[in-house]
């Protein structure tokens, strides 16, 4: 039971290293970067033997990594988009964002305005094709650009990983009509749910690697050269501001109503402080009656 549980783990860690590292191996796959460094030069190109490569007996995960500059980074996308659903493919991500490098306002009329924005856009694409139809959206890509930045087309061999995955099926097939044979226990129950555990990623990794090969991965990167302008049509908000800013007679007359509104407050703060008013007016009387008998004293006494 102890060997039996070894051989589970064991082909488990295999198993999980095949499909979770990916391995760039050099027989039989092709590897192109292409640069170029002078935007006046004009580029022969051809789509790479790696997009389009088919070997006897071999079988390829196909990916590319595109990065250029075009006339139009919207229409460029829009275009692209068009023709992956014409050829069966998909995006499955696309980050298009401009960015604003000035803008000003300036003004054309009392009413009017234009708002002049300097701006330069990017776009960032992931898209699956067929793998079959990868040459032609390349192809169809380079034709969009004005010049490209870099381009890399790769070809992972994957003939070994796949006869491993069946082998290692297979072996899980065999270990689970081994542990059928076992009598019925605790250990057995835990032996057979790890068996099916190992098979259920193995069916996983099958689908994962089956879908790579049917559609090969695509990432764009589209940038525009130079920045580029929009002219927005606004309202005058400085003349606005200023036509509403101040009217006479309607200030006037609000400013009429407020103080007779700040009167009546007056009187009624005065009425509810009525207690302390009085109480400061005997104070003052008082203090006022003192006063008049010191002076009277001091008039009448002998000097």
């Not at 749910?193 to 990167?221: C, F, P, R, W």
């Amino acid at each position: 039971m102890k060997n039996l549980n070894s051989k589970i783990a064991l082909g488990f860690l295999v198993l999980t290293a095949v499909f979770s590292c990916k391995k760039y191996e050099q027989n039989g796959a092709s590897q192109e970067l292409m640069s170029v460094s002078d935007s006046a030069m004009i580029v022969s190109d051809s789509i790479s033997s790696a997009a389009t490569m088919q070997v006897k007996d071999k079988q390829f995960i196909k990916t590319a990594d595109v990065s250029m500059e075009v006339k139009d980074v919207y229409d460029a996308t829009v275009a692209i988009e068009k023709s992956l659903q014409e050829l069966g493919g998909f995006v499955t991500s696309s980050r298009l964002n401009s960015q604003i490098m000035s803008e000003e306002t300036f003004n054309t009329s009392d009413e009017n305005a234009m708002l002049v924005r300097k701006f330069q856009t990017e776009n960032s694409m992931q898209v699956r094709v067929p793998t079959e139809k990868l040459g032609a959206l390349l192809q169809f890509i380079n034709d969009r650009k004005i010049f490209l930045n870099s381009r890399v087309i790769l070809a992972e061999d994957v003939t070994s990983n796949i006869k491993l995955a069946e082998l290692e099926s297979q072996r899980t097939k065999k270990t689970q009509e081994n542990i059928s044979k076992i009598k019925n226990n605790v250990e057995k129950v835990k032996v057979s749910d790890q068996n099916m555990s190992e098979g259920n990623y193995q069916k996983v990794a099958g689908l994962e690697m089956s879908d790579q090969l049917k559609y090969s991965t695509v990432d764009i990167h589209l940038k525009e050269p130079a920045v580029r302008t929009a002219e927005i049509a606004v309202t005058n908000t400085v003349n606005m501001d200023n036509k509403y800013k101040f009217n006479f007679l309607f200030d006037l007359k609000n400013a009429s109503v407020e103080g007779f509104y700040l009167i009546q407050k007056i009187i009624v703060g005065l009425v509810s402080i009525w207690p302390i008013l009085l109480i400061a007016g005997f104070l003052f009387y008082f203090l006022r009656k003192r006063k008049t008998n010191v002076k009277f004293h001091e008039t009448n006494s002998p000097k």
